[in-house]
């Protein structure tokens, strides 16, 4: 089925849904399952809130780089935060990660390992050369979200420390675009 076959048959279940009518099954109802194609490189930003402490939100942004074999979803991501420390103060903090899981449709549902890493001297980005780093915090995280009729990737993703780890569980809500990829220069023969 065409990309835009799949994004009429999105649009007409949910212009249904809305009216309260039940979507009809049909044939075609039935390759909707089959993976879209969610490979390639997204930038992505939303908001990290502490689960029970709406008023302890923080934003982030990065790229999610996502690897499809068929039904089946390996990813890897950086992005950028700012962390809050212990004594009040935030500090400029990469989260770092892999996942993996399934594509049924244009819906995604996975889990995800993420470390946090923040440079050792306070204000300063943990990518710049020769600054100390300090790798901490474990996370683990599900992950469910899709493709949305715009071609828009959303996110939602569930995150609590790994056992003995000191993290409050969050939830993260990503929204980002696929990232294009620059042409190869050609070359020519003279």
């Not at 076959?5 to 099954?25: I, M, Q, V």
């Not at 935060?81 to 903090?93: R, S």
């Amino acid at each position: 089925m065409s990309r835009d076959a799949t994004r009429l048959l999105l649009a007409l279940s949910f212009a249904a849904l809305a009216c309260g009518a039940e979507p009809e099954t049909s044939a075609t109802d039935a390759a909707s399952t089959e993976p879209a194609a969610i490979g390639g490189r997204w930038a992505v930003e939303g908001e990290t809130v502490e689960t029970g402490r709406e008023e302890h939100k923080r934003s982030i942004s990065g790229t999610v780089i996502l690897n499809q074999d068929g039904g089946r979803y390996s990813s890897t991501f950086t992005m950028s935060t700012m962390f809050p420390t212990p004594d009040g103060a935030a500090l400029e903090t990469d989260v770092i990660g892999e996942g993996e899981g399934t594509v049924e449709g244009s819906k995604i549902t996975g889990e995800a390992r993420t470390q946090l890493v923040v440079a050792g001297v306070p204000g300063v980005d943990p990518d710049f050369a020769f600054v100390p780093r300090t790798t901490s915090t474990r996370i683990v995280s599900t992950v469910e979200g899709g493709i949305q009729p715009d071609g828009t990737i959303v996110l939602h993703i569930q995150s609590k420390g790994e056992s003995g780890e000191d993290y409050r569980p969050t939830r993260t809500t990503l929204r980002g675009k696929r990232v294009e990829s620059a042409a190869a220069p050609q070359r020519t023969t003279e």
